[in-house]
């Protein structure tokens, strides 16, 4: 059974099609150990297969490479105005992580369910396609769409072209639940990334001709010192209204590399940095502030010495936030199904963002916590899945 639902008999085409409880479907998809510099394909086959043996037709989109693919589908009429249920199926890596059990075989005990991506997403995903069943025979009046993207931990590469192929295919959506793990809670707004890539090349020379050389060590030091400043005035100048902890936008430098004996000039030296920005800031004109001043302050210096010496800026990935909506439509329905009225913002980012640029109106809203994402013994509370599984249940009511 589902959770709360009986599974429903009255279509002809999926009553001999395998039904799963949202424990089972979770199961099965933590099976698939689909991290995301693997293949994400065996797992797209499984649910393309399942949805098929119920009569639901889906959509690969595929990477360039082939070897990974989102997937779309839509189940009930063909009309505008339809909810999309959408969920990540990549998962951090868990070498180098103390697991107590095979973290890609779903041990339960104690109420939780351990496995990677328990939380961080599959719990969502898991839920949605339980429910196939009763939204088939449900008496849908809009459509309710799936969709199950890749490589949203390294960047949300895989929901852009998903969300254009099922914009170019229609029906159009009016609703977005992104389900990411927030508890249950609405989630109406969160930072956007740019993870960026700087690449030195400095003139080396032996350091006790230092005057002769450029250390592209010392240029890194002043690139990440720029930022340093940038996020020192950013904390100056918060709103103290602003709902985001921190509320204002960091720029970080995570990893550097460089150089190859202490006395000689670093020739080379990369970083690389992300800009955790508020929604309503543009990570354009953030980036176009950093090659200003390398361009108008770094560069000019380097090159006096050596033609040679150059910086390379790579954006490595570029998110967008989620914007808070006036009187949203995905906000509206959300409180309503879940009886969550409190206001809710997360300094993460997510792919809700990237559907609201496609002006459709798009909360986060999922089962788990975030504090187990990434963790090892990574679990979700089969409590949680049990209140997704009720809201899937109040959304088949409201859109039937």
């Excluded at 424990?23 to 393309?48: H, R, W, Y």
């Amino acid at each position: 059974m589902l959770i709360g639902l009986p599974i429903p008999h009255s279509k002809p085409e999926a009553s001999l099609a395998t039904c799963y409880t949202p424990t089972e479907m979770l199961a099965k998809l933590v099976g698939f150990p689909t991290v995301s510099d693997q293949s994400n394909l065996d797992l797209i086959a499984f649910v393309e297969s399942y949805l098929s043996d119920h009569g639901v037709a889906s959509t690969r989109v595929y990477d360039d490479t082939k070897q990974k693919a989102a997937l779309f589908a839509t189940v009930g009429p063909n009309v505008d105005g339809g909810v999309v249920l959408s969920a990540h199926t990549d998962v951090v890596p868990v070498e180098g992580q103390d697991w107590i059990s095979d973290p890609f075989d779903l041990r339960a005990a104690d109420g939780r369910l351990y496995g990677r991506g328990s939380a961080d997403m599959k719990g969502f995903a898991a839920a949605t396609l339980a429910h196939v069943p009763h939204f088939l025979a449900a008496n849908l009046k809009v459509p309710i769409h799936i969709a199950l993207s890749y490589d949203e931990e390294v960047g949300c590469f895989g929901a852009p072209p998903m969300i254009a192929r099922m914009l170019a295919d229609g029906p159009r959506p009016a609703v977005v639940f992104v389900g990411e793990p927030t508890n249950m809670q609405v989630v109406t707004g969160h930072k956007g990334i740019i993870v960026l890539k700087t690449k030195i090349s400095g003139h080396a020379v032996h350091s006790s001709q230092l005057d002769r050389g450029v250390s592209a060590i010392s240029v890194a030091a002043k690139l990440i010192s720029w930022m340093d400043s940038r996020t020192a005035e950013n904390l100056a100048q918060a709103d103290p209204e602003c709902p985001f902890n921190p509320p204002y936008t960091t720029l970080h430098c995570g990893t550097i590399k460089g150089g190859n004996a202490h006395n000689i000039t670093a020739g080379h030296c990369e970083f690389i940095t992300d800009i955790r920005l508020l929604p309503n800031e543009s990570g354009a004109e953030w980036v176009q502030r950093y090659r200003k001043f390398i361009n108008d302050s770094v560069l000019p210096g380097m090159k006096a010495i050596s033609e040679n010496c150059d910086i390379q800026v790579t954006e490595a990935a570029n998110v967008p936030g989620l914007k808070p909506e006036a009187n949203g439509a995905a906000e509206l329905m959300a409180r309503q199904l879940t009886g969550d009225n409190a206001t809710n913002v997360v300094v993460y980012a997510t792919e809700g963002g990237q559907f609201q640029e496609q002006d459709l109106s798009t909360v986060v809203c999922g089962p788990g916590s975030i504090d187990q994402a990434h963790q090892p013994n990574e679990f979700i509370e089969a409590a949680e899945l049990a209140k997704c599984s009720a809201m899937l249940d109040q959304l088949c009511a409201k859109l039937s």
